[in-house]
């Protein structure tokens, strides 16, 4: 991370930027070709991503609405809690569904 922090910005947002296209670049193959090894990879790999960003999500609005509790006036910070709380656990029903379906085919 020191290495990063002495390069120049613009070179940090190339490189990330290619980075973004060669996982694209291989997302694109492992879809094209759902028997390859690179597909179950790619297919691993979302789903590490996934779980945990919905997970994040049901607990920022947790959070939010805990926060709000304490704060008079803030009904708007409840429902947005109560909205985020929402959004996280449906993703988080919609993410095991899907991954169940994947391992079903």
Not at 11 to 23: D, E, K, P, Y
Not at 64 to 84: K, R, V
Request: charged share 15%.
């Amino acid at each position: 991370m020191f290495i990063w922090a002495q390069l120049d910005p613009n070179l940090v947002g190339t490189i990330g930027m290619l980075i973004a296209v060669i996982i694209l670049k291989l997302g694109m193959r492992a879809a094209k070709n759902p028997e390859s090894g690179l597909y179950k990879v790619y297919s691993v790999s979302l789903a590490i991503i996934r779980y945990p960003l919905w997970i994040f999500t049901a607990l920022v609005g947790v959070a939010l609405i805990f926060l709000c509790l304490s704060m008079p006036g803030a009904e708007g910070g409840i429902l947005l809690g109560l909205f985020l709380l929402f959004v996280g656990l449906m993703g988080i029903v919609h993410a095991f569904k899907s991954h169940k379906s994947e391992k079903d085919e």
